[in-house]
């Protein structure tokens, strides 16, 4: 009886042992993760160019509109080499709307998405009551 506990008693510790070492690796991780992306956005920052906006057009290419110092240009980015097609004046964009914060996007998604799924449980449960 005594060999029975104590073989429980020793899974669980390694259980333990387990979760502690999964969680420290997750941690590690996470903080190197943080470290290396303000690294790289320290170092790949620039006061003088910035990607305003960008939008796919096929599975190769992508439109972007950039700031070079004060000039807005329109290029398209491809497989092949980036194109400028067009210098673009502060006026012409709109420059106040902005993508918004990608998490901000997703729980509007995730939102709509919820309110779908309780309408069609809840569509669901009455007619399951009709059938009764």
Known sequence: MLIAQTGGLDSVVRL??????????LGVTYFTS????????????????E???AARISPGTV??????????LLIAVAKDGVTMLSEL??????LTA?????????AQVLGRASA???RSHTRKQADDEDKL
């Open 98 to 106: 902005s993508g918004g914060n990608p998490a901000d996007r997703f």
């Open 116 to 118: 779908k799924l309780s």
């Open 89 to 94: 004046t502060a006026e012409e964009l709109d």
């Open 16 to 25: 333990i042992t387990v979760f502690i070492i999964f969680f420290f690796v």
């Open 34 to 49: 943080r470290y290396v992306a303000g690294f790289q956005k320290k170092r790949m920052g620039s006061a003088n160019i």
């Open 63 to 72: 439109l972007e509109i950039i700031r070079a110092g004060e000039k807005y």
């Open 51 to 53: 990607v305003i906006e």
